[in-house]
């Protein structure tokens, strides 16, 4: 059974820094990663698709990393705006459970002005 | 190329009623998963469907949910005899074909908000 874990579970910064968002998932048998974004009271937001080929995605400021035989991803945030404020979630699809996502409890983010 | 749509927004009923949940998912994806976030807490997965086929509902409560996903129309979603403790958000998300699991990722819905009063 997949079981994730996200460090840390809260973190609040001053604008303009780098962030590093951690993930952890006990099956590494995974098809794919996606980081998600997730405003309050809102859906979720896709982020970065990292295939279990692949090693890292980027998008803008966004960078994603896979370390899949270890269980391991990181989200990294450069220069953080008070806009990126929101939970971030890492989602692991498949592994011997079968095709489904598991999602981490997410670490909620605030970067203060 | 719309999202993936999900209805009601929000939805109240009373304890004992019965609440049913729609999904439809983007154009071109045939794979439909259920979750859901109770308040302040993270995503439990649910249910994955198919077309006319539950492929995995090992998230399902035993008794009172159900789930289909018909030849046509949305994907539903239905708690019978609802209670206090069923109040949540409950997402829909939609994948492509099954052969492209290894490339696709979720595309999500923006979820319906129930409360059980």
């Known amino acids: 059974k997949q079981e994730v874990t996200q460090i840390p579970a809260a973190l609040s910064v001053p604008e303009g820094e780098n962030l590093v968002l951690n993930c952890s998932f006990t099956?590494?048998?995974?098809?794919?990663l996606q980081w998600f974004r997730q405003d309050p009271g809102k859906g979720l937001t896709s982020l970065l698709l990292?295939?279990?080929?692949?090693r890292e995605q980027t998008s803008g400021r966004l960078n994603a990393s896979l370390d899949k035989s270890s269980g391991r991803s990181t989200l990294y945030i450069a220069a953080s705006q008070p806009g990126d404020s929101a939970t971030y979630l890492c989602?692991?699809?498949?592994?011997?459970?079968?095709?489904?996502?598991?999602f981490g409890a997410g670490t909620r983010l605030f970067v203060k002005a | 190329n719309a999202g993936v749509m999900q209805n009601p927004r929000h939805l109240v009923r009373r304890r004992g009623q019965e609440a049913r949940l729609r999904c439809s998912p983007m154009?071109?994806?045939?794979?439909v998963y259920w979750y859901r976030q109770l308040p302040e807490e993270g995503l439990k997965f649910m249910v994955y469907?198919?077309?006319?086929?539950?492929?995995?509902e090992s998230g399902m409560p035993k008794e009172r949910f159900s789930a289909e996903f018909p030849k046509e129309g949305p994907s539903i979603l239905r708690i019978q005899q609802v209670v206090r403790g069923d109040s949540a958000a409950y997402f829909c998300?939609?994948?492509?074909?099954?052969?492209?699991?290894?490339?696709?990722?979720?595309?999500f819905g923006s979820g319906t908000r129930l409360t059980v009063v």
């Open positions: 998300a939609s994948s492509p074909t099954l052969t492209g699991a290894g490339k696709d990722g979720y595309t």
């Open positions: 099956d590494s048998a995974i098809y794919n």
């Open positions: 990292i295939q279990s080929s692949q």
């Open positions: 989602a692991p699809r498949g592994g011997t459970g079968g095709f489904k996502t598991i």
């Open positions: 154009k071109g994806h045939s794979h």
């Open positions: 469907l198919q077309k006319e086929n539950i492929i995995d």
